[in-house]
C-alpha cells in the first residue's frame, strides 16, 4: 500500500500477557525468566486493549508469552476476549497443560492451542528448553487437548541443531493427529542471539522451504512456514513451474497470503504494552498506556512505512515478489539497523 492508503485492520494479533516462563529456552525471543516483568498490564489495562483492538475488527488474538498459562487471570482475560467477537488462542510450551486446564480454555473460547515442540524426541527437545522432562510434559499437554477435543497445532523454530529432525517432526504431527504444523526460521533476537551461528545458511534454508512445499502434495495436514517469507516466493514459482495458481487464504489460522506480515497484517504486543511490527523486530510503534491501539496501528511511522513497500532497499526495493514477500524485516534489522534493508538471508536475485 502507499502511504495515502487507509491500513487495513490486523488479522493476527500476538500479545505477550506475560514475561515470565517455567521454561529457559536458548531460543527465547523475550529472554523470558521465572519472574514477572515490571510494569506489566493489569486486568484492567489489558481488557481496555481488548475492547480497542475488538473496536478495529475480529482479529486471531494469540494469548503468548512467556508461558501464558502462568497468568493468574488467562482465563479471564481469554473470556473476555472471546465475547468482544475475537476468536483467541493461545501458544505455550505446554508443559502446564492438564485436562482440567484445557477444560477451562475450552469454556473460555479458546479456538485452538500451539505446542512447541523443537525436537523429535526429548534429547533435542530438551536441549532447546532448558528443562529436562519438558518433551515428556508437552506430549502429556498434547494428550490432554486430544482427550478434550481442543483443536491443536505444533511449532517449530528450525536451526542446524534440529534441521535433520524436521521429517521427524512433520511425522510426529500426523500421528498426534495434530491439525497442523507451523514451521518458524529461527530470527536471532532475545537469548536466541546467542544462537546466531546456529541459523541455517541461505542455500539450506531455501532447500527447506522448497521441501516443506513438497510436502503440502503429501499431507491433509496444514502446513505453514512463519518468519520465512521467501516461502511465498517459492510457493509461487513451484506454482508456475507446474501450471497450477497458488491457493489463497486470507482468513483463519491457515491464512498463507503474503510472507511479512510485521506492520501489514500482524503485529506483536508486549506484557508492557509495547507495539512492535512482530516480536523479533524489537523496534516500538507506540505503547497503549500513551495511545490508544487503532491510533498506533493506522498512524505510527514504522507500520506505515513498512506498508508502504515502493521503500524497500536493495535487491528486496528491486524483487518482483516484493508485495508477495517482502523479506523478513526483522533479520534486516538484526544485520543492518534498518528495517528497510534487504533481508541477508535470501539467495534470489531479482530479475
Known sequence: MTMSEKPNPPRLI????????????????????????????????????????????SPILILSGGEPLVRPDVYELAHYGT???????LATNGTLLERETVRKLKEVGIKRVSISLDGADSATHDGFRGVEGAFDKAMEGIEAL????????????????NLGEIPRILKMA??????????????????????ADEEIPPAEYERILHWFYEQKKHTSLELKATCAPHYFRIMRQCAEKEGMEVSINTHGFDAVSRGCLGGTAF????????????????VIAGNIRNQSFGEIWNNSTLFNELRDFSLLKGKCGKCEYKNV???????????????????????????
Open 14 to 57: 500476538a500479545w505477550e500477557l506475560t514475561s515470565r516462563c517455567n521454561l529457559s529456552c536458548v531460543h527465547c525471543r523475550g529472554a523470558s525468566t521465572d519472574e514477572e516483568a515490571i510494569g506489566e498490564l493489569d486486568t484492567f489495562e489489558a481488557k481496555t486493549f481488548i475492547d480497542q483492538v475488538a473496536s478495529l475488527g
Open 83 to 89: 465475547n468482544k467477537g475475537l476468536r483467541v488462542v
Open 146 to 161: 486430544k482427550a478434550e477435543g481442543m483443536d491443536f497445532q505444533i511449532n517449530t523454530t528450525i536451526t542446524k541443531r
Open 174 to 195: 500426523t500421528s498426534l493427529k495434530a491439525d497442523a504444523l507451523h514451521i518458524f526460521l529461527l530470527v536471532p533476537t532475545g537469548r536466541g542471539e546467542n544462537l
Open 267 to 282: 503485529c506483536f504486543v508486549s506484557s508492557t504494552g509495547d507495539v512492535q511490527p512482530c516480536g523479533y523486530l524489537p
Open 325 to 351: 514477500c517482502g523479506g523478513c524485516r526483522a533479520r534486516a534489522y538484526a544485520a543492518t539497523g534498518d528495517y528497510l534493508e534487504e533481508e541477508p538471508y535470501c539467495i534470489y536475485h531479482p530479475r
